[in-house]
């Protein structure tokens, strides 16, 4: 497989560097265009109307406002740099591949780019529930966006490995119309589990480690109900919480922010440990049996 890290620390000094009438064309010329076929796929997926949008092609990428003084993205770039972060999200893609190429079963891509990207500052769910980084992927990419703090910064190898796992198992066990809640918590349990594999449980992000015991146990208690669950629309609002699904103008199901994230990957530890399985094994068992052998929902 051919691991490649796109370039986005040129572009995006590039972009800041510019006089402000310069900026759109400039990152139209280093983004959009040479990233074309990850922001158009998801806008297909998600958004098909709003393909031709630019204010959305941004989005997808470098959610920033051209017309603003981009001084702190300058100090976010060179924070980033100086933690050699490019490098690092390189060689955690490399071994995540490595880990699973030793099994002799890997994902059916045959390469993946990884694109860093500062997010955006100024997003409180971003900033304040995520701690300022997150994750995507679809086929062939995997994509961190990141506002850089002494929190986020030593947690950007395992974000990124989390991403390739998804990577690999929706080779195994392909993302239709008919997934369910329960095999998407399934595949964010999985994710994470592989990172806290890789990197150990204490870099683990905040999607799995901010409930306290009252939210783990309300939230367990409404997706045990709702495994079966199908359709993105629906499905999303378990994973995600009440918080993101506001954003989308979906009904609150009374859920605290990636309570999918949470339980799903409790889950996945537990069966773990009843199986003696590695993350890594696991990633190849069908979700209806990784939900029943881990005795989580008994």
Known sequence: MKITLYDTLSAMRAVIAAPVPQRHAIYRERLIEPLRDYWTTTLKRFAPQM???EAMEMKMLWDVNLEADLSEHAQALDRLEQFDAWKKADAALRLAARTFEATGRSCAEEQIMGILLLGNPHDRIFMELNRGYAGAQIFGYVVLPIWPTDYNLPRIPAALVHEFNHRVRLSHEPWTLAT??????????????????????????????SLNAEETARSKTILSQALDVSGFDKIRAYIFGDETSKQWGAPALGLPHCAGYTIGYQMVQAYLRRTSQTATEATFVPSGEIIEASGFFA
Do not use: C, N
């Open 51 to 53: 393909i031709d949008d």
């Open 180 to 209: 369910t809640v329960g095999q998407y918590i399934v595949m964010e349990g999985l994710a994470e589990s592989f990172a806290a594999e890789l990197y150990g449980p204490e870099y683990v992000g905040p999607w799995v480690s």
